[in-house]
């Protein structure tokens, strides 16, 4: 499994200009000089330009269609860009391109298969830099002849799916394809003459970028997303991970996970999750994984929808800094979630009491020894029930039924499961139409993996 933090996400959107023969070219709301061309070669535009910082330097290319290719680069205060694509004959596209990341989306006009060189140079300062790609069989031609499958149905007993798991990251809705290029790399290597050798995708959707906002949803990325499988004739699932920005207005005060010494339960320093025992978030849980299933439900070929709250995607009750050498913290210690257990306490005809926690270094437990640590791990398991039924849900009520629910469960067979994971299969999945394993104490620990 992949590492959450090995990734990076960059929201752009830049301006792609079709070549023209004109003097100039409108790029990002002003006028640039055309770049010169030296026996078909983009130079700098001159020795009035200031060496740019570093680069540009062309690192990769890929998703390399015939009309579009995602190119990677290397630079430092380079604020605009001028590109070609020649062939042995000369300059076959041109435009210009104002980037907001590394990460340079280029559309052009349909060209025939061969191998061309993709040049940039900077507009705003000098500095240029090319590499060479090659575009296969026309995109329409293959995927008519090999990739556009129909999904598979779903008959009989022997039926399997051999679905690839985006693990971590993999949406990323403002570039082509709405995946990460990574992924589609990965995704691509089990191409084949006569089809994919996988069934289908699972796709890692995080709350806030499938909504950034309240109430506004990138389903033009998710349809990118789809296009992409219908294209290819791959089933997709999407594994729903209700992280938000911290700051963004979505997770009250008081209501975010904290473990049991005060720490946050927080990824890659700006993100965190709402309580299980928050009646406002799971409201809001609802209404995103409502409308993430009823565009889903769009496709043909979409299959199941699961949620998971641990490091490592499974559902559970997570633990903050699970490490080797990390202290670990047992969460469900946030105001919101105290306050449910008091309650919970009540009811029974018990005083409000902290529960008592054993430590070692790269470990913990609730102490079970006595009803306060009992009850609280009841109460960890009833929150979790809740949570999951609110889940499936609003699955089926945004897919209307189409989409299957699925229950990830965590170690379950080892000891973490009774010193904070309390996965209580019988009433948690209750509600699933599946189940999903995994083992291993934490996202790093690949080598216990079963999938």
Known sequence: MLKAAQWFFLCFLPLILPFSSAATIQSGGRVVARPTETAGRLTAQGDSLPPCDAGPDLLSISQITDSSLLARFHGQNVFGLDYQILDASGVQRSGSIVPTSNLLSISYARLPAGTYQLQLAGNTCRGASEKEFSIRTATSERLAKASRVPVRPLTGKNTYELVMNLTGDGYEPN?????????VERIEAFRYDWGYGITGIRLCVRWYEWEPTPGAYTRAGLQKVIAYCRERGLKLSVFFWPWRLKGDGFIPPGHAMTGHRGSPFEVEGNKHMGSLASA???????????????????????YYLSIGTAEAEEFTNPVVGLGQWEHPEIVGFEPVFQEGFRAYRARKGRPMARPAIREWTGGCA??????????????????????????????????????????????????????????????????????????????????????
């Open 280 to 302: 406002e978030v799971n409201a809001r849980v609802h209404s995103a994984v409502r409308e993430l299933a009823s565009e889903l439900s769009t496709y043909e070929g979409a």
């Open 175 to 183: 570039i082509a394809h709405g995946l990460h290029p990574d992924w």
């Open 366 to 451: 609730l102490n079970m020894a006595d009803e306060t640590g009992k009850d609280f791990a009841r109460y960890i398991s009833l929150s979790l029930t809740s949570y999951f039924e609110n889940f499936t849900e609003a699955v089926r009520a945004g897919s209307r039924g189409k989409l299957l629910s699925v229950y990830m469960y965590p170690d379950a067979g080892s000891p973490q499961n009774a010193w904070y994971l309390h996965a209580n299969f019988a009433s948690q999945a209750a509600t699933a139409d599946g189940m999903y394993g995994t083992d291993g104490i934490s996202r790093h620990d690949n080598d216990r993996k079963l999938l």
